[in-house]
């Protein structure tokens, strides 16, 4: 058998794995309309070896046969290749495809000719993207042996080359993908996903989070996020300390570094905020060096994006709680409301997530407004702030003159919030606020106020508190009235559907409340 051995320094190469993974040999490719070419070659080949993988041998008699090969095969190697075939310039024609055609830039091409005035040898490397030029005649056993390895050798530094391009685009990708998600959960799911993508197979796994600064070293780290037969896991609180997996993250947690094992294999992503992430992965073979260092550079670029979830997330809860101040300084002035801004906010997510699900939503209602519409709603009576106690505390019915004043907080709401949406670039909760605070009082039949909108030309946000504001005070008590039943609320919608409301909105509040019965929308004693 003919092998590399110790005393062949100039062909010793490092032992680390090869980042090939579609089988375990190198794969030639004879090009030769004549039999006997095959024959010889094989023997001259046979039960060679390279890094511990034989070859495998192909053969095709012509040109064409062998673009068809090609055109399925996408792991050969090396290519044998004839020039005079079915035609006198088969081979020439052969090369030129496979290289602009398949686009394979990678597969090494060794043109070898029985007729070499009929292909010289400077025009062919000029014109033609082939790797050497051999006779048949000068092709001895241990010159196709220095040939074939120094071809493979190359074949794989390429691929080496190509897989290590591949990887880094996907981690690219991946890293632009997951900087778009919003929750934790999302990101520890996009983060498996991502790793199974990046080394192109599925994985079991299972991403865990542990507060690196308060942790104790007796508690296991929280399960986030599975995948594969892991997900059976998700729904505990921890991970569990007889799992076989346990150990290691819990070592990789503590030496601060990823680990990579027989059994499993463990990255660890450090986040600055003080959380550290170990994602812990079986993977269906030993990862090589080139995988290892690639999985390296993805952790270093997924702790960026936990950071900045966590940094979205904590404005995004600094804006809430804006929000709610301002809305409790409304409603502070009318004890009598009880919870209804937070009712409203519950709602309008609710009706936005129905009509989504229905496919009523307009282009305009993009992810910023679904992410924002509950909790603008909460503001959208704001504007009673510069309303007189007299008039807002009212128990009895409003003359005409302080009719007028109290329809006033409808625009001293959105002009406050529009003035200060403006110092905010993009959707936002004070922007669409705004819209709300401005048009929930606005008809959709025009009758409305403080502009008589009509239809479609009250804002989307507004129609949707419109209704909602509605319901929940008619189902509550207030100065002037006692709650209604449910079922009567319900007819009063449907009886202003199409004159005071839009019809998609009572549908879908209909729709929610039918279908899911919450309790939360009824106060208690109701």
């Known amino acids: 058998m003919t092998t590399i051995n110790d005393d062949e320094d100039w062909l010793k190469e490092d032992d680390a794995p090869v980042s090939l993974r579609s089988n375990n040999f190198w794969r030639l490719l004879i090009v030769d309309d004549e039999p006997d ?85 400077q025009s062919v490397i000029v014109n033609y993207d ?24 190359a074949y794989e530094g390429l691929k080496t080359i190509e897989a290590n391009r591949r990887g880094l685009d996907k981690i690219l990708e991946a890293a632009s993908n997951l900087y778009q998600l919003d929750s934790l959960k999302e990101l520890a799911s996009g983060v498996l996903t991502q790793i199974g993508a990046i080394l192109d197979f599925g994985t079991d796994g ?30 505990e609180t921890s991970l569990p300390s007889n799992h076989p997996w346990t150990p290691m993250i819990r070592k990789a947690f503590e030496e601060k570094k990823s680990l990579f094992t027989n059994e499993v294999d463990v990255l660890l992503i450090q986040a600055s905020h003080g959380h550290q992430f170990a994602v812990a992965f079986t993977p269906l073979w030993p990862l ?66 129905e009509l989504k699900a229905a496919d009523k939503l307009p282009p305009e209602a993009d992810s910023d407004f679904m992410a924002f519409v509950g909790i603008a709603s909460i503001l959208h009576d704001v504007g009673k702030v510069g309303i007189p106690d007299a008039i807002l505390l ?87 009235k006692q709650p209604w039943p449910l079922p009567d609320v319900i007819a009063y919608l449907k009886e202003r559907s199409g004159t005071q409301f839009d019809p998609d909105i009572v549908w879908a509040i209909i729709n929610f409340v039918e279908t899911n019965n919450p309790d939360w929308i009824i106060a208690e004693g109701h």
């Open 37 to 121: 070419i095959h024959a010889v070659t094989r023997l001259a080949l046979n039960k060679m070896s390279y890094k511990g993988r034989e070859i495998e041998i192909l053969s095709a008699y012509s040109g064409n046969e062998a673009f068809e090969i090609l055109s399925k095969e996408s792991d050969i190697g090396m290519i044998l290749l004839d020039v005079v075939m079915e035609t006198e310039d088969a081979g020439l024609i052969l090369a030129k495809r496979i290289r602009e055609e398949l686009h394979n830039d990678i597969v090494r091409i060794i043109l070898r000719t029985g007729q070499p005035g009929q292909a010289p040898e």
């Open 130 to 153: 082939i790797n050497d030029y051999k006779l048949k005649t000068e092709l001895t056993s241990q010159k196709m042996f220095t040939t074939v390895i120094s071809s493979l050798r």
């Open 206 to 235: 299972v991403l865990c989070v542990m507060e690196s600064s308060s942790a104790k070293k007796d508690l296991n780290p929280l399960v986030i996020a599975t995948t594969g037969k892991s997900t059976e896991m998700l729904g």
């Open 288 to 353: 090589s060096e080139l995988e290892c260092s690639l999985l390296s550079v993805f952790c270093d670029r997924i702790a960026a994006a936990f950071d900045n979830l966590h940094v979205f997330n904590l404005l995004k809860s600094t804006q809430e709680a804006t929000v709610i101040a301002l809305a409790d300084l409304a409603e502070s002035r009318d004890a009598t409301t009880g919870g209804h801004v937070r009712r409203v906010c519950r709602l309008t997510d609710a009706i936005a997530a």
């Open 394 to 480: 009212k128990p009895g019915k409003h003359t005409p003159e302080e009719r007028i004043v109290m329809e006033g907080h409808a625009l001293i709401g959105e002009t406050v919030l529009a003035r200060a949406a403006k110092m905010v670039e993009g959707a936002n909760s004070l922007s669409i606020g705004a819209q709300i605070a401005g048009g929930h009082h606005e008809h959709y039949d025009g009758n409305g106020y403080p502009r008589r909108l009509k239809g479609k030309e009250i804002p989307l946000a507004a129609r949707i508190v419109a209704v909602v504001d509605v319901f929940d005070a008619l189902l509550h008590a207030r100065p002037y």
